[in-house]
């Protein structure tokens, strides 16, 4: 049993899945950065990069239909496209006539995502999947928010989402698909993409996070539900909701955090449920490159 | 005169009894009918096989009438390697969970030089599409064997993970001794 992957095998990965991911990321964003000083053009340079890389990543792999009426991960790549437009859509709409309108708008586009999202034969129901679905991309993407608030949303929220993206492709490897574990790893490199510019030009990039928020949820519960193997369900959740452990830095002590403390804190929060996550699906399957 | 009478009778007896002998509708199942598949990379290849199939094979005397129709449990996919069989399953490839069944309908089955070729539609990943293959098939001792080889693109069928990692073309092998 070969439990390595082969050379060809991570060489074809880095060339059609991390670089376009993280060269269409940071590319479009320092393009838009250098030209534009304007908060609101930045941010849509954002959504624009995240959107650019992941249809490169996808049109280099051929893993998701670019367009799908269909409930569950079929439809990831236009109901990711959604979220990360009804994101910025919702920030600007924020910032022009309040929170209120903002975030009606901002619930109305997660609520339709998940509902898009959510697979239409499974143990719960299309409608109990859509409620858990839709609680955790909504618990998710208010915690980024909520974090960049408190100023984690510059540097910090990058090192949140390497080990989130990393933890997802890890468990979704071990239950036997490369297709998902590509689809994570693609998300991962393109967000490291844009977190790096968005560090360089002090930008908040936690807007951008929305697609993520739904994307790594809808794609674990994809996981869980289309694949055949031991990893137990407890992984899926775990990694699909690692950072809510975000909310812990929320509380009255920690709230007062910043700068190193409440970065390396953000780190651990995240990195324990994604660690036993993982563990769990080690001790579960075994990979086979073999075959 | 009595005597020719008599003998077109028991002729035209014959032939009616003798039709109604071949007319029968065989069933498929996997205690006598085998898919298998060899799927091949660059360096190795693997072997599969569904557990469970239903189906029938019509017929009336005449094959190029026949009508064939099999339906595979997607699930019930064995490999030579279990992880190999989990990474089928996924939505890499069969997806078993979305598109729980394959079937396969015939539309003809024409006389060749070397046997027959059955012609229909084969409903694979939720994509249906034509598929032509040549078959050995004989009525024989009130049953009838099916005996084929051939290969089909899988990219045709919409499972299209890997390329060029693992190679489009797959080997089918079917075998059926039904009676």
Same mark, same amino acid.
């Given at each position: 049993m070969n439990s390595v992957p082969p050379w060809p095998i991570v060489q074809s990965m880095i060339l059609t899945v991390m670089l376009p991911g993280f060269a269409v990321g940071a590319g479009v964003l320092a393009a838009v950065c250098s030209v534009t000083r304007s908060e609101t053009r930045r941010l849509i340079g954002g959504a624009l990069a995240l959107a650019g890389g992941l249809a490169l990543g996808n049109s280099a792999r051929g893993l998701l239909p670019w367009w799908s009426l269909e409930w569950g991960w079929p439809s990831l790549f236009p109901a990711t496209l959604l979220a990360i437009g009804g994101g910025v859509i919702a920030a600007l709409t924020t910032a022009a006539t309040g929170r209120r309108r903002g975030g009606a708008l901002r619930v109305s586009v997660l609520a339709g995502c998940a509902f898009w999202l959510a697979p239409a034969e499974s143990p719960l129901g299309h409608l109990g999947v859509f409620a858990l679905l839709f609680v955790a991309s909504m618990l998710n993407w208010e915690v980024f928010r909520r974090s960049g608030a408190q100023s984690l949303g510059?540097? +910090? @929220?990058?090192? %949140?989402? &390497? *080990?989130?993206? =990393? #933890?997802?492709?890890?468990? $979704?490897?071990?239950?036997?698909?490369?297709?998902?574990?590509?689809?994570?790893?693609?998300?991962?490199?393109?967000?490291?993409?844009?977190?790096?510019?968005?560090?360089?030009?002090?930008?908040?990039?936690?807007?951008?996070?929305?697609?993520?928020?739904?994307?790594?949820?809808?794609?674990?519960?994809?996981?869980?539900?289309?694949?055949?193997?031991?990893?137990?369900?407890?992984?899926?959740?775990?990694?699909?909701?690692?950072?809510?452990?975000?909310?812990?830095?929320?509380?009255?002590?920690?709230?007062?955090?910043?700068?190193?403390?409440?970065?390396?804190? +953000? @780190?651990?929060? %995240?990195? &324990? *449920?994604?660690? =036993? #996550?993982?563990?769990?699906? $080690?001790?579960?399957?075994?990979?086979?490159?073999?075959? | 005169m009595n005597s020719m009478k008599l003998s077109l009778l028991f002729l035209s007896a014959s032939l009616f009894s003798g039709a109604s002998l071949c007319a029968a509708d065989f069933k498929l199942t996997a205690d006598n009918t085998t898919v298998k598949f060899i799927g091949s990379k660059k360096d190795g290849k693997h072997e599969g096989s569904f557990k469970k199939l239903t189906g029938k094979f019509s017929v009336s005397g005449d094959v190029t009438k026949a009508k064939l129709e099999v339906t595979i449990a997607i699930d019930s996919m064995v490999t030579d390697a279990t992880k190999l069989t989990a990474h089928l399953k996924s939505p890499d490839f069969f997806d078993a969970k979305r598109f729980a069944e394959a079937k396969f309908v015939s539309k003809s089955i024409q006389a060749g030089t070397n046997g027959y070729l059955v012609s229909g539609d084969l409903t694979l990943h939720g994509v249906t599409h034509p598929l032509s293959f040549p078959a050995r098939i004989d009525l024989a001792d009130g049953g009838v064997t099916v005996s084929s080889q051939f290969e089909l693109n899988r990219h045709e069928w919409g499972i299209s993970y890997g390329k060029g990692n693992v190679n489009d073309l797959v080997k089918m092998s079917i075998d059926v001794k039904a009676k």
């Open positions: 510059r540097a +910090a @929220l990058l090192g %949140v989402v &390497i *080990p989130w993206g =990393i #933890a997802a492709a890890t468990v $979704l490897i071990h239950a036997h698909s490369a297709r998902f574990c590509d689809l994570a790893i693609l998300q991962t490199s393109t967000l490291c993409g844009i977190g790096v510019i968005a560090a360089m030009w002090r930008l908040d990039s936690a807007t951008l996070f929305v697609g993520s928020a739904i994307f790594f949820p809808a794609l674990l519960l994809g996981g869980a539900v289309n694949t055949f193997s031991e990893v137990p369900t407890a992984s899926f959740i775990l990694v699909a909701l690692a950072p809510c452990a975000l909310w812990v830095l929320r509380l009255a002590p920690m709230r007062r955090w910043s700068g190193r403390t409440l970065a390396t804190s +953000a @780190l651990v929060a %995240v990195l &324990i *449920p994604c660690a =036993i #996550a993982v563990g769990l699906a $080690l001790r579960a399957e075994t990979l086979d490159f073999g075959h | -």
